[in-house]
């Protein structure tokens, strides 16, 4: 396994919790956005254990918010985030073989919704332990809605409201730092570490792909992931005034 990142930056994480990284090269950046912007062309309707798209209602009407479930439909994408520097960051960060947990795009474009304070971990099944990474495809910065993180709050899950967010009184005592992330960098964070984002307040979209590794010697668990929440989402419905993109209530997006 190569080495792309040292040991003080995988010090770093272990300590805070999160780590900026710049992995890939302007051209691969540039192939990057495009493949992105093929799988936002995808239809919204398919077949059955395809793609998974998911709508938001906004200011400017209809806009798609999320994608989950691409690699298989996609040869570029899959060898990206299953097979070159990503895992071997994933890895190290890790201590272990990493493997591909799953995967999404966060659209937010513009006028779409933030997401409320919370930790991944409540959302992920089988396992205790993730490390997920932000691979921005637009410069995210404040105004855009840019990842927010706790430092140091990575050692356990926090108590929750009835969403599976974090508290509003472990919220309101955190302090909240914000993460500009330019296009092509990418943010890695825990699957405990404490996020949030905010609306999309510009007139310019701000699309990020966002895998999830989780160490190999506990299964190559991405299937199961996708078949336990197509089922957890089949149970419980289409209810509830926000849309429904995860296992937990994070985001804010209301329903088309």
């Known amino acids: 396994m190569s080495q792309p990142v040292s040991d003080v930056d995988v010090e770093h994480f272990r300590r805070t919790g999160w780590l900026l990284t710049s992995p890939f090269t302007e051209t691969e950046v540039e192939q990057l956005r ?32 999320r994608t989950e ?35 999404k795009i966060n659209y937010k474009l513009a006028g779409g919704a933030g997401y409320a304070p919370h930790q991944d971990a409540p959302a992920y099944r089988f396992v205790d332990t993730h490390v997920s990474c932000m691979i921005a495809i637009d410069d995210a910065v ?77 299964g190559d668990l991405r299937e199961a992931y996708y078949a336990q929440k197509s089922a957890e989402f089949c149970e419980r419905g289409a209810s509830g005034e926000n849309v429904q993109v995860s296992l937990i209530g994070d985001f804010q997006g209301i329903p088309v």
Not at 35 to 64: C, F, M
Not at 189 to 213: E, K, L, V
Request: aromatic share 8%; net charge negative; proline share 4%.
């Open 69 to 103: 479930n691409f690699t298989p439909f996609h040869d570029g994408l899959r060898r990206v985030l299953r097979e070159g520097i990503l895992n071997d960051i994933a890895s190290q960060l890790l201590g272990e073989q990493a493997v591909l947990y799953k995967e």
């Open 142 to 218: 404040a105004s855009n809605g840019c990842l927010e993180v706790v430092e140091a709050m990575h050692a356990e899950v926090l108590p929750m409201d009835d969403k599976g967010c974090i508290a509003q009184t472990i919220v309101d005592s955190m302090t909240w730092m914000s993460v500009p992330v330019r296009a092509g960098q990418v943010l890695w964070f825990h699957s405990r570490t404490p996020h949030r984002s905010g609306a999309n307040m510009s007139s310019a979209d701000r699309r990020a792909i966002y895998p999830t590794y989780n160490a190999l010697r506990e």
């Open 34 to 65: 495009g493949w992105v912007v093929d799988v936002q062309s995808w239809a919204i309707e398919n077949e059955s254990g395809r793609w998974l798209h998911y709508q938001e209602r906004t200011s400017h009407g209809p806009k798609l918010c």
